[in-house]
């Protein structure tokens, strides 16, 4: 499915010296019709000029803050853009273009205003055994601190209304802000759903993702969060 | 005596800290200043806390008073991480205004 025409659909992607591969995954959405806005967040590579030429709008930290920070200044600039559906992608190649339909038309199906992918709903390719229980045990987490009933969690691909966009605040700069995102849902009252999507990891993803030590760096990120005002 | 009036001086700046602290993060300012309280009513009434030390099982009331005094020393860092935070969130909200407008006018002048 081809985005709605006269329906501005921006893809944000938070982007860190991701020149090697982002070039191929913005040809992917480009070709597919949508709007592309790349944060780059301070690379040392040439991921913005590799970004502007592939067709995005890129939007350059002046210094590294980290995805969360990428994410929150994608969505911003998609709204001063007049976003009508804000969809949030991995600049590292793991996600598919082709999901995006799905979790538009979840978005018009079912009144949401926010989708989230779930690889279990989906499927996952390559996923390590360890990957796959640290992220069960995340979304169980997750469960409990936010009620949300999910079925994963820490999966960057999501689609939003402008409405749902509006309220989302991401005040966690690093790793935290996709349970940070989840909490603001929760909180937002606002109706969401979850889509089946596909994950495709590859030895570059998975030297880009998460260990167990930046899970424990999550968790001190939240508690921290909880401490101020 | 000596050194009751300089714990004293020092558990009444901790006091303070709190108290200035509070608005900004409540957790820290509250257990800071329930810590000195503690902390001075232990270093005025020694007998209690060696009769509370003893209790707890740390011996001596002179020790119960050093770790209350690590206690708050440890809450003070966790204050400072908290403000390296907050000043870091400052450091975005500039940053992101920066690199929006940068973007926004690269458009507008067609780049």
Excluded at chain 2, 20 to 29: D, M, T
Aim: hydrophobic fraction near 50%; aromatic fraction near 8%.
């Amino acid at each position: 499915m081809q985005p709605i025409p006269g329906r501005s659909v921006w893809v944000v992607i938070a982007a860190y010296n991701e020149a090697t591969v982002i070039a191929a995954v913005i040809a992917d959405l480009k070709s597919a019709g949508y709007r592309v806005a790349v944060v780059d967040d301070g690379s040392a590579d040439a991921t913005a000029r590799t970004a502007a030429e592939a067709g995005a709008a890129v939007v350059r930290h002046p210094i590294n803050l980290g995805q969360g920070a990428g994410l929150q200044t994608g969505i911003e600039f998609a709204l001063l853009a007049g976003a009508d559906v804000i969809v949030t992608f991995d600049g590292d190649g793991q996600h598919r273009a082709t999901d995006i339909p799905g979790l538009i038309d979840a978005l018009d199906a079912q009144g949401a205003d926010f989708v989230l992918g779930s690889r279990f709903l989906g499927a996952s390719l390559n996923q390590p055994l360890s990957r796959r229980l640290t992220l069960k045990a995340a979304t169980w987490f997750t469960r409990v601190t936010t009620g949300l009933r999910i079925t994963d969690t820490h999966n960057g691909l999501r689609a939003m209304t402008r409405r749902g966009a509006s309220r989302i605040r991401l005040r966690q700069n690093r790793m935290a802000h996709a349970s940070e995102i989840l909490h603001q849902i929760a909180d937002s009252g606002l109706k969401y759903v979850e889509a089946p999507v596909t994950i495709e990891y590859s030895a570059y993803s998975l030297s880009k993702g998460q260990t167990l030590g930046d899970s424990l760096m999550i968790l001190t990120d939240l508690f921290a969060r909880r401490l101020q005002r | 005596m000596i050194a009751q009036i300089a714990l004293t001086a020092l558990l009444f700046a901790i006091l303070l800290y709190a108290w200035i602290e509070y608005p900004r993060s409540p957790a820290v300012g509250m257990f800071a200043w329930l810590a000195a309280l503690g902390g001075l009513y232990f270093v005025w009434v020694p007998s209690h806390a060696t009769r509370l030390a003893e209790l707890v099982g740390i011996g001596r009331g002179v020790d119960l008073i050093i770790y209350i005094w690590v206690g708050i020393s440890l809450l003070v860092l966790l204050n400072l991480h908290l403000k390296l935070r907050a000043q870091m969130e400052l450091i975005t909200v500039l940053a992101r205004e920066i690199a929006i407008a940068n973007a926004r006018a690269s458009r507008a002048n067609g780049e």
